[in-house]
């Protein structure tokens, strides 16, 4: 196995050189503008990079995903997608409706849906009905897809979330010995490697920069609700579904917050702004690396708390009630953001001042 990972990163990064080019040909690159802020033209192939990398690597071993063909004709039509996106924007709702497509295909063909919550209230398991299976199932989908979406505002932050997610949830089939969901996960998380290392400018330098791409941020989001119902129902299953809100909580509650603020000021939940929570961090004075660590950070403590949960058995009930605490928290924390660090400017000031004081009275005497 470990020959075969060094093949996927060799793959994976010789992939990006290779697509780099034709993207520059076909101009599918991003271009600096109001909300995006980089220097020069930037090749949008990362994910392409990654999503054919993955291809290859289910072709040579086709039962690491489950349903590999099913699996990969839907994600192959969101990448696809995704790319066209890329090259010519198109509106949301027809990536939406798109999105609800491959969702409801997942369900009928796979028979991939959320049949079980767990005992998320402490009063028994809450099953779900086949229509509202189906409909929380296609919600999962389309908020999997695009809190991963929107998280890709900074360099190497999608990637870094990403390799916490896949890298949680391997862990996870491990112990359950689930070898081949373990696999898949590992694969994934070797193919984005490269990308992370050229997106932050290593070891060639910006000159060969590349992003994501909605391609890429699609492909990651659906691989990761695909593996979470996959992980979360049925008989043997590695991780409950409350587990699944701490592996990918800060993309989740960072779209979610977002989407009420926008739907509170009367706007699209889907209009693009510059108040996720990288942009906020940047602006309260973090550089972008020091924003990439701490959201990163931040990400890998909650994956951590929910793998913990997972392995101490905590009660669902506990572990969920912890999560809105920790969401409403997040949410207030957000929505008075510039409160809060103005209170801590004056404390500092004040601090400063005091310190200054009491420096000058040390000196006088």
Request: proline content about 3%.
């Amino acid at each position: 196995m470990d020959s075969g990972l060094a093949l996927i990163f060799i793959v994976s990064f010789v992939s990006l050189f290779v697509l780099r080019k034709v993207a520059k040909k076909i101009q599918l690159v991003d271009v600096p503008s109001g909300r995006k802020q980089h220097l020069g033209t930037i090749p949008l192939i990362g994910g392409l990079a990654i999503f054919g990398t993955v291809t290859l690597a289910l072709f040579m071993t086709p039962d690491l995903a489950r349903d590999t063909n099913l699996y990969l004709f839907c994600a192959s039509v969101l990448v696809f997608t995704g790319a066209i996106d890329d090259k010519y924007d198109i509106s949301f709702k027809a990536r939406l409706v798109i999105q609800v497509m491959m969702s409801v295909i997942m369900i009928k063909f796979g028979s991939l849906y959320l049949a079980s919550l767990g005992n998320l209230l402490g009063f028994g398991n809450l099953t779900l009905n086949t229509p509202l299976s189906y409909l929380i199932t296609t919600l999962a989908v389309l908020g999997a897809i695009n809190a991963f979406n929107m998280v890709d505002g900074i360099d190497g932050l999608l990637g870094g979330l990403a390799t916490v997610t896949f890298s949680s949830l391997g862990y996870l089939f491990w112990l359950d010995h689930q070898l081949d969901l373990y696999h898949f996960c590992l694969v994934i998380v070797i193919a984005t490697i490269p990308y992370v290392m050229l997106n932050l400018g290593f070891p060639l330098g910006q000159r060969f920069k590349v992003f994501m791409g909605d391609a890429g941020s699609v492909f990651i989001g659906f691989t990761v609700i695909w593996l979470l119902v996959n992980g979360t129902q049925g008989e043997s299953t590695p991780l409950r579904p409350v587990t699944a809100l701490w592996l990918i909580a800060l993309p989740l509650m960072d779209m979610t917050t977002i989407m009420i603020r926008r739907i509170r000021k009367g706007q699209s939940p889907f209009k693009p702004d510059r108040e996720h929570l990288h942009h906020i961090c940047q602006r309260i004075g973090l550089s972008q690396r020091m924003t990439l660590l701490a959201i990163c950070g931040l990400a890998s403590l909650f994956a951590y708390i929910g793998v913990l949960g997972e392995q101490a058995k905590v009660s669902e009930s506990i572990m969920f009630n912890a999560f809105l605490m920790l969401f409403a928290t997040y949410y207030l924390s957000i929505t008075h953001i510039w409160r809060i660090t103005a209170f801590l400017r004056k404390i500092n000031i004040n601090m400063t001042e005091l310190a200054s004081k009491r420096a000058n009275r040390e000196n006088r005497s």
